[in-house]
């Protein structure tokens, strides 16, 4: 369906069948577990989940992403990362066969309340120094024990860690997290999950029986130097629009809100229809790359809700429906990232509903 939309996201579904293989060459042992919270990290949870499918599982934040999955017939293995929060919750994904992430007492607490005959798959967390979600090392064996006699828990459940600075190779929190993970489950029965996209990149210890990437799926660096393409990855969304006016100032003349920016000679500017109310980072300062006809030109002035501004003196000929890329291939959405003072993470789930999807 072709939609009237000047600015619309396009998600390349062979590059992130082509990201999760890569996943896979990295981490050969390990299962990979596609992490498709937060809309897929704005390319989509279902095409997203579809374009996956090879994987060995999905992991999402709010119970109302799986649903969505499971609604759009997808059979996979689907964790929910958080867990469960009420008793209807729980009755509710052991029905959707949802996987649970047990991280406090007040979950264990919802297990051993549960009737019936129901079946759950059981994760279970250690808070190994991120200080977020998790059982604290002093009391993971007790929570342990409480879960594996769980008649309502399938087996030996997962035993995972979420890494909080796995971005930084020198940073020696990852190590200390990764012997507090090994001595916490020492001589436990169960799998081994440990690693985001930095622990798969960069800390091969941390790789385990379960890998969990989001971010290097979408072929994206979770480092804060470098791009994907770098890693090997592809990136996997190009947000694209179009020139909507081209005008000439003066020098001197300021462009745009506050009169922020002004011309330090006679300037040929393009006004192009993206914004802040499309998710285009609003702290985006004057010079940030954006693309025109395949050419890199810098943003000028501040980001408006539906439009930006772009100095195109340089290039030979500017027209009205010019076609402009504001990251994808060839301008990697951590280039635009470090422009804003932001994160690609940020970026990409930051995406607004406004702006149509669309995957092939
Ligand atoms: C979001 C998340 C991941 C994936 O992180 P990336 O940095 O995007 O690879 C893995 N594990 C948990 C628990 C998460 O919340």
């Known amino acids: ?6 600015i619309r996201a396009v998600v390349d579904a062979a590059a992130l069948r082509h990201n999760l293989r890569q996943a896979r060459r990295v981490a050969p042992g390990s299962r990979v577990m596609a992490v498709i919270k937060a809309n897929a990290y704005g390319h989509g949870i279902v ?4 374009a996956l499918a090879e994987a060995d599982g999905f992991a999402v934040a709010r119970f109302g992403e799986g649903l969505a999955l499971r609604a759009a017939g997808l059979t996979n293995r689907i964790l929910l990362l958080e ?3 009420s008793a209807d919750q729980l009755a509710a994904a052991a029905q959707a066969r949802f996987e649970l992430m047990v991280h406090s007492f007040e979950q264990l607490e919802l297990l051993e309340a549960l009737t019936g005959d129901a079946q759950v ?3 279970i967390k250690v808070d190994s120094g991120m200080n977020r979600l998790g059982f604290r090392l002093d009391e993971f064996g007790a929570a342990y024990e409480r879960l594996r006699r769980n008649v309502h828990v399938h087996a030996e459940p997962t035993l995972v860690t979420h890494l909080a600075s796995g ?3 020198r940073n020696p929190q990852t190590r200390r997290q990764l012997d507090a993970f090994a001595s916490a489950t020492s001589g436990l029965a169960g799998a081994r999950s440990i690693a985001n996209s930095a622990g798969v990149l960069a800390w091969p210890t941390s790789r385990a029986d379960w890998v969990r990437p989001g971010l290097m799926l979408y072929g994206v660096s979770p480092f804060p130097s470098g ?13 694209r629009t179009e020139v909507i006016a081209v005008k000439d100032v003066k020098a001197g003349e300021t462009v745009g809100y506050g009169g922020s920016w002004t011309a330090s000679r006679d300037t040929r500017m393009a006004v192009v229809a993206a914004g802040y109310g499309d998710g285009y980072p609003r702290g ?10 395949g050419r890199r030109v810098p943003l000028i002035g501040r980001v408006s809700m539906d439009m930006i501004t772009v100095d195109v003196t340089d290039l030979p000929v500017v027209a009205v429906g010019d076609p402009v890329v504001l990251w994808g291939s060839e301008i990697p959405v951590e280039e635009v990232a470090a422009h804003a003072g ?7 789930c930051g995406v607004s509903q406004r702006v149509p999807l669309e995957i092939g």
């Open 284 to 293: 985006s300062s004057s010079g940030t790359p954006v693309l025109i006809s």
């Open 1 to 6: 369906m072709q939609s009237q939309s000047l």
């Open 227 to 239: 791009t994907g393409a770098e890693l090997g990855l592809r990136p996997a969304m190009t947000l």
């Open 83 to 85: 867990g469960v929060f």
């Open 47 to 50: 095409p997203a989940a579809k």
């Open 121 to 123: 798959i059981a994760w």
């Open 167 to 169: 971005d930084d190779r």
């Open 342 to 348: 932001a994160i690609a993470w940020d970026l990409l």
